[in-house]
């Protein structure tokens, strides 16, 4: 059994489910929703709402609109008064086509991030699988049932065989937003879908001469550095196999046809893609040090898919996986977005902690000493008086032993036998002594005898 929604004010939770009621309702977003072909913006923002609800919590659409039915408070704060049943959300969301959703959330992201002119951005591409709700294991699915849901067979190091989608994601390394969604059915090999990846950054204006984009040593190929350079004129650091030459990355890589046509601009195009390839063998020299960078994504993934369910929906069309990822992704960057920017807050978010601060860590200065801590202080303590006592009674052994060596050398008669025996007496005289008191000090003992 899941707990209710009870509403709290100083919920972290809420506060944070908040932001994202705000940034949904304001007129901006309103303006985008219709400019991407939803009609009825009010009820669009509260079937947006009650969906966000679901994910966030980890709950069914069904339960949420029962709480929201149940408490009046939870109404307040989300501003949906009229709640609508499960049929007319779901009905609401059928009527659009994958189209409308892709352009809402393009333009949802583009918001958040917007790409510089004079300046060069940085790019972080990755992919993750997401399955459908089919139990393979239960049932023998077929081809052409598999068709007629427009699903395919993938496979991946994670879930190895599955039947759902490839996501991937082109995220902005600075700002943390991804600009760009891309849903291949099945698996498909990442050095396959290279070219289109470039090809509709190129089409939608996000890259330009000069940037850098990172990728996964799963689109490592020769021909994929190639087009990268030449064609699109961006710097691609793609992780090497392991054992290869970085120097076959310059013999690979040759001038287009298309520069000889006008010698005019030749020359100028011959010092551009040789100043891409140098920068492209000098980054890469060291591409084992960029694996930091490269795990903000990886990051990103995680919140999507442990803190908002993007691989556990309850779906079994392709309509209706797309429309959820689509829809989850943006839940993701609009919390992320709300001030979860560096990589431990990322992981504390997918843990299911909130901390809207990042931590804050004290900088001792050079010449500054360390604080002792009280403990220690308080074992000096302990320890001074009791260093005194040993010195008191190291005191007392030696008078004993002078004493003795005095009334040894008033004898006369045995003045030979008293300076042979003198040393080994004081010696003899430690083991004989009856009385004897022991100190038990922290890590020292100390024995006294009396004759």
Avoid at 350 to 362: A, L, Q, V
Wanted: charged share 30%; aromatic share 12%; glycine share 4%.
């Amino acid at each position: 059994m899941q707990p209710g929604l009870n509403y709290k004010e100083d919920d972290k939770k809420f506060i944070l489910l908040g932001r994202v009621f705000e940034f949904i309702e304001n007129e901006k977003t309103k303006n985008i929703m219709s400019r991407s072909g939803f009609r009825n913006r009010s009820m669009a923002v509260i079937c947006i709402k009650i969906f966000f609800m679901s994910l966030f919590f980890n709950y069914e659409l069904s339960r949420v609109i029962d709480e929201l039915n149940d408490k009046e408070e939870l109404r307040n704060f989300s501003k949906i008064y009229d709640v609508p049943n499960e049929y007319q959300v779901s009905e609401y969301f059928s009527r659009y086509n994958i189209i409308n959703f892709f352009k809402l959330a393009n333009s949802l992201l583009s918001t958040f991030f917007k790409p510089h002119v004079n300046k060069t951005d940085e790019y972080i591409v990755d992919a993750t699988p997401v399955a459908c709700d089919i139990n393979v294991i239960k049932q023998f699915i077929k081809d052409k049932h598999l068709k007629k849901l427009g699903l395919k067979w993938g496979y991946s190091t994670t879930k190895k065989h599955f039947i759902g989608y490839k996501v991937t994601i082109v995220l902005e390394k600075t700002t943390l937003t991804p600009v760009s969604i891309f849903i291949h059915p099945g698996a498909p090999n990442d050095a396959k879908i290279f070219d289109s990846i470039l090809k509709e950054l190129k089409r939608r204006r996000l890259i330009k001469k000069g940037d850098k984009i990172y990728f996964d040593r799963g689109y490592f190929s020769r021909y994929n550095y190639q087009i990268a350079i030449t064609v699109y004129r961006i710097v691609p650091i793609i992780f090497l196999k392991s054992n290869y030459d970085i120097n076959k990355i310059k013999e690979s890589i040759s001038l287009p046809l298309d520069s000889y046509k006008d010698m005019s601009t030749f020359e100028e195009t011959k010092n551009e893609i040789i100043d891409l390839v140098n920068q492209t063998v000098e980054i890469l020299t060291n591409w084992k040090d960029l694996k930091p960078d490269r795990g903000i994504i990886e990051d990103f993934f995680k919140v999507a898919k442990e803190a908002f369910g993007l691989d556990k929906f309850h779906s079994y069309t392709d309509k209706s996986m797309m429309k959820n990822i689509i829809l989850g992704l943006l839940l993701t960057t609009i919390v992320v977005q709300s001030g979860f920017k560096t990589k431990t807050q990322l992981q504390r978010l997918s843990e299911g902690y909130i901390d809207f601060e990042p931590p804050k860590i004290n900088k001792k200065k050079k010449n500054e000493k360390p604080e002792k801590s009280n403990e220690e202080n308080d074992n000096k303590k302990n320890i001074e008086p009791q260093q005194t006592l040993v010195t008191k009674i190291k005191e007392e052994i030696t008078t004993l032993f002078n004493f003795t060596s005095r009334k040894s050398s008033k004898s006369k008669k045995n003045t030979n036998n008293s300076s042979k025996n003198s040393k080994p007496m004081t010696k003899i005289s430690k083991s004989i002594f009856t009385f004897n008191l022991k100190i038990d000090i922290p890590y020292l003992s100390i024995s006294r005898f009396y004759s």
